[in-house]
């Protein structure tokens, strides 16, 4: 079996699902944002990138050369590959599985294949901001037509299968392969670190932290959060926002006055196992749109935090468990997140209780379990 994966960059939520299937198949990745994208400017945290943790290793993968004036991966004609199809020929894969097809080159690709080579799709998408009207009816219709391209997808969760079923999917070509994070890399003990940058926040060891890790933008809702928590005046309790965004100076300026409200900024991966292990509340109230998953909740998890987590992002009803593992609140509602953060609060079987039933939780939301399952349907669909 050989099998050409088409993607836009190296990112670490799948470079080690590709590691772990080349060990069983022979793998091509065509990365299409081209070699530049190794460091790539991100505008939501407003500075150039460069993950510090290897993302190439382990696995074979080719560039393919962008001819995008302002290429990226955040617009359709930010991936234009006008060699991609001539490359995925000449390395003759049995299946190919494509990341996305918003994308010009990752759409030809799925149309160029169709009905000669088995196509396998993978996305996050949901409908969870739902639309309505015209606009919506012609959206559905373009989908509708572009999933009939597509053989097989591997969905990341409930909500996403929803999704792809609305749009003509039938249940023989779905399979479940959950979102995942390193799991062990987060799990790994750094309290020491978690106990040096409370120190340095000048946060009492007994004092609990709630933490916001992410960009500082709208559909987040940083804002709602701080104001939250500001208005709710918790004794002995801090929230601490890390990374960088549009909406930075806003929240800082809010957040003047209090000493309970603390700042760091974009923190790389190698970093953010100590950062979650430093909190005592995991916090993610995005009202969207496009909160597609929300996979800092699995980071914060496998760290062994309860999360408080809107439902307007993807991961809710998969991963959190209400009073079990954390709350989860009506997105937009400062009201409704002001009552759920109480609850974790006041939680008498304690906040520790809550990060060990997290761990557990999400333990087999892994890439171990995800890369099985690619390799179980590739072996039982590609007779067909």
């Keep these: 079996?050989?099998?050409?994966?088409?993607?836009?960059?190296?990112?670490?939520?799948?470079?080690?699902?590709?590691?772990?299937?080349?060990?069983?198949?022979?793998?091509?990745?065509?990365?299409?944002?081209?070699?530049?994208?190794?460091?790539?400017?991100?505008?939501?945290?407003?500075?150039?990138?460069?993950?510090?943790?290897?993302?190439?290793?382990?696995?074979?993968y080719q560039w393919v050369k962008n001819t995008a004036p302002n290429p990226g991966s955040h617009h359709f004609k930010g991936i234009v590959n006008p060699d991609l199809i001539n490359q995925v020929k000449n390395w003759q894969p049995d299946a190919i599985l494509v990341y996305g097809w918003a994308y010009n080159s990752h759409l030809k690709v799925i149309r160029h294949f169709k009905n000669?080579?088995?196509?396998?799709?993978?996305?996050?998408?949901?409908?969870?901001?739902?639309?309505?009207?015209?606009?919506?009816?012609?959206?559905?219709?373009?989908?509708?037509?572009?999933?009939?391209?597509v053989d097989y997808v591997f969905y990341v969760g409930t909500n996403n299968k929803a999704y792809f079923q609305k749009y003509g999917l039938k249940n023989d070509q779905l399979f479940f392969a959950p979102h995942a994070i390193d799991n062990s890399r987060f799990a790994a003990d750094r309290s020491q670190e978690a106990i040096e940058i409370r120190s340095g926040l000048g946060i009492k060891p007994n004092d609990r932290v709630i933490l916001f890790a992410g960009k500082l933008e709208?559909?987040?809702?940083?804002?709602?959060?701080?104001?939250?928590?500001?208005?709710?005046?918790?004794?002995?309790?801090?929230?601490?926002?890390?990374?960088?965004?549009?909406?930075?100076?806003?929240?800082?300026?809010?957040?003047?006055?209090?000493?309970?409200?603390?700042?760091?900024?974009?923190?790389?991966?190698?970093?953010m196992p100590a950062i979650y292990q430093a909190c005592n509340i995991f916090c993610l109230p995005s009202k969207g749109p496009n909160e597609t998953w929300g996979l800092a909740v699995n980071e914060a998890m496998a760290a062994?935090?309860?999360?408080?987590?809107?439902?307007?992002?993807?991961?809710?009803?998969?991963?959190?468990?209400?009073?079990?593992?954390?709350?989860?609140?009506?997105?937009?509602?400062?009201?409704?997140?002001?009552?759920?953060?109480?609850?974790?609060?006041?939680?008498?079987?304690?906040?520790?209780?809550?990060?060990?039933?997290?761990?557990?939780?999400?333990?087999?939301?892994?890439?171990?379990?995800?890369?099985?399952?690619?390799?179980?349907?590739?072996k039982n669909t590609y007779a067909k």
């Excluded at 080579?117 to 919506?136: A, E, H, M, V």
């Excluded at 935090?305 to 209400?322: E, Y």
């Design 116 to 149: 000669k080579i088995p196509l396998y799709f993978r996305g996050d998408s949901t409908l969870l901001d739902g639309q309505t009207g015209f606009k919506n009816l012609l959206r559905s219709l373009a989908l509708r037509w572009v999933y009939s391209h």
């Design 304 to 378: 062994g935090r309860p999360v408080l987590v809107s439902d307007k992002c993807g991961c809710a009803i998969d991963l959190v468990d209400s009073g079990i593992n954390g709350e989860m609140f009506e997105a937009g509602s400062r009201s409704s997140l002001i009552q759920k953060l109480s609850l974790l609060l006041e939680n008498k079987t304690g906040l520790s209780t809550l990060g060990n039933n997290a761990k557990t939780k999400v333990a087999s939301w892994s890439f171990e379990i995800q890369a099985e399952t690619i390799l179980k349907t590739l």
């Design 1 to 60: 079996m050989r099998l050409a994966i088409i993607t836009t960059h190296p990112i670490q939520y799948y470079a080690p699902v590709f590691k772990l299937l080349s060990q069983s198949i022979e793998v091509m990745v065509f990365y299409t944002w081209g070699e530049e994208a190794q460091q790539k400017f991100d505008p939501g945290f407003g500075k150039t990138i460069a993950w510090d943790i290897p993302l190439l290793d382990g696995y074979p």
């Design 218 to 271: 709208e559909k987040k809702s940083p804002q709602m959060l701080l104001d939250a928590f500001l208005s709710m005046g918790i004794p002995n309790a801090h929230l601490l926002f890390v990374g960088n965004g549009p909406l930075e100076n806003s929240l800082k300026a809010s957040a003047a006055d209090s000493e309970k409200v603390h700042f760091l900024p974009f923190q790389n991966q190698s970093a």
